[in-house]
């Protein structure tokens, strides 16, 4: 008898005991009441605000390291530029530099080769002019 007594406690047990696994299952897979569902969505609203501003925040910092990386790049491209003007005009420089020495150099020349010419001329009108006084005098 006590086996048959024994037997009896273990099928009582597992039929609570599945019973229950049933009542929790039901629960789970069981529709919900309009308070329960709308707490659910409140949860998975504020679940949902919580995960977007999460992305707007990490989107602010990606876009505030865009913007300095354009900051940067663009300060870089300037500096260059500015070094690049630099040189040019220093190249500019040396042209008008050795542009003014030459045209100098060509002035002096000029003038030095006006001033032989000048003198040739000089020197032919004055024995033009002596010898006409010569040919006057004799």
Known sequence: MSRDNGLGKGILLGFLAGSA???????????KSGKELRGDIKEKTD????SSS?????AKVKATEIINEGKKRSERIISD?????????HDAEKVLTDAKAKTGEYVASGKEN???E???????FKAG?????????S
Do not use: H
Request: net charge negative; proline share 2%.
């Open 21 to 31: 696994i049933g009542a929790i299952i039901a629960l789970l897979y069981a529709p």
């Open 47 to 50: 679940e949902f605000l919580d």
């Open 54 to 58: 999460e992305y707007l925040a990490n």
């Open 81 to 89: 530029a500015k070094v690049k003007v630099e040189n040019l005009l």
């Open 114 to 116: 006006l001033q032989k």
């Open 118 to 124: 000048s003198e040739k001329l000089k020197n032919a």
């Open 129 to 137: 002019v002596d010898a006409y006084k010569n040919e006057q005098n």
